[in-house]
Structures are given as C-alpha cells and as structure tokens.
C-alpha cells in the first residue's frame, strides 16, 4: 500500500523559513515524479514543486522560484521542500504528490496519482 506522509508544517514569520518532509513508502518510486502543491482556503490546489526521483530536475512556478528548493534523498525514500523568505501568500495546507505526470500534467493535480494527507503552513505578517 503507497503511503505518503507529509510532515513539518507550522507557524512562522515573514521571512522565515521552514521545511516541509514527505516520507514515501509502498512501492518504487524511481521513474516517478514528486509534486508539492498547496491549497488556501477558498483557492484552488496551486502546484508549488516537481522532482524527478530518478534524476533530480526540479520545476518551480514563478511564484516560488528563488525561494523554495525540492530535493529528494533516495536512502531514505523522502523528499524535502525547504521554503525560505516565506510570505503571508504562502499560507496553505501543502500536499506531497507521486505521480507519472506528462509535461502537460506535470503542474497540474491530475497528474499525479498517490498523495499525502496534508500539513498546514501560516505564515504571520
């Protein structure tokens, strides 16, 4: 059974960082792509990241380019999304993702198959 736990989410200032975990487990994800999206409330699910497990590309929107960075850590089976100079807009509930998305799909939900259950980031002005 695929299961992927998403931790570190919370509170913090403008400016500050934090980093989000997703620890993937119940299959191999090695020709898979790992996604990050968010969702406010009221606002649609934002893709926010993409990685390929098997080579390490990353894929970041304008929105977050500069200031988050997705990298994965194969012994392990987790990826991190480290997310710094953080804005009262990156508040959201952030959801890890695995999929086999196609350079269409790759930003979008319906790309990807498997996902975590969830960890909240408020960011305070």
């Known amino acids: 059974q695929v299961q992927l736990v998403g931790s570190g989410g919370g509170l913090v200032q403008a400016g500050g960082s934090l980093r989000l975990s997703c620890a993937a487990s119940?299959?191999?994800?090695?020709?898979?792509?790992m996604g990050w999206f968010r969702q406010a409330p009221g606002k649609e699910r934002e893709f926010v990241a993409a990685?390929?497990?098997?080579?390490?590309?990353?894929y970041y929107p304008d929105s977050v380019k500069g200031r988050f960075t997705f990298s994965r850590d194969t012994a392990k089976n987790t990826v991190y999304l480290q997310m710094n100079s953080l804005k009262p807009e990156d508040t959201a509930v952030y959801y890890c993702?695995?999929?086999?998305?196609?350079?269409?799909?790759?930003?979008?939900?319906?790309?990807?198959?498997?996902w975590g259950q969830g960890t909240q980031v408020t960011v305070s002005s």
């Open positions: 990685i390929s497990w098997r080579d390490g590309t990353t």
């Open positions: 993702a695995a999929g086999v998305p196609t350079m269409l799909t790759v930003i979008r939900s319906t790309g990807y198959t498997y």
């Open positions: 119940g299959r191999t994800f090695s020709s898979y792509i």
